[in-house]
């Protein structure tokens, strides 16, 4: 296995813990919801049921962005060598390393540090459509890009 689809399996490990988390968490509180029986105190009662029904929306719309996040890295190519910086690029520049797919944060391997990143924050943005030997000015910074894999 390549380094780039290290990367990229990484990222699809991240992906699918978060997923597999957030539905045991939706369904923990449908448990809640349903085990919970009418107690004498009706107002609180119902006060608990509406927490956990606002809960389980919240972890819905996670569970949505994170099924996005699962689409995103299927069209990632797990092997592109560009002269341009795309999705999938892992780009290699004076300061750091960034794997442009979905944001996965931090990932280590041969004493290296990337950054799984995606298509939307800043740095990618800023990115996209480069070249090796371009600089790009960052928070204040110029980093040069030294490579595409």
């Avoid at 924050?121 to 040069?144: H, Y």
Wanted: glycine fraction near 6%.
């Amino acid at each position: 296995m390549t380094e780039k689809e290290q990367l990229h399996q990484f990222c699809a490990t991240f992906v699918a813990e978060r997923i597999a988390r957030i539905q045991k968490n939706i369904a923990d509180i449908q448990t809640s919801l349903t085990s919970e029986t009418k107690s004498s105190a009706g107002d609180k009662h119902e006060t608990g049921r509406a927490m956990l029904q606002l809960e389980r929306e919240k972890l819905g719309q996670q569970l949505a962005e994170a099924e996005k996040m699962k689409q995103v890295l299927s069209k990632v190519p797990k092997e592109s060598n560009t002269a341009v910086v795309g999705l999938g690029s892992w780009v290699v520049t004076s300061k750091t390393d960034y794997f442009l797919a979905i944001s996965a944060g931090e990932y280590k391997a041969h004493n290296k540090t990337m950054y799984c990143i995606s298509a939307a924050t800043p740095i990618a943005k800023i990115l996209f459509g480069k070249q090796i030997g371009d600089t790009v000015v960052f928070s204040g910074q110029e980093i040069k890009i030294v490579e595409i894999k």
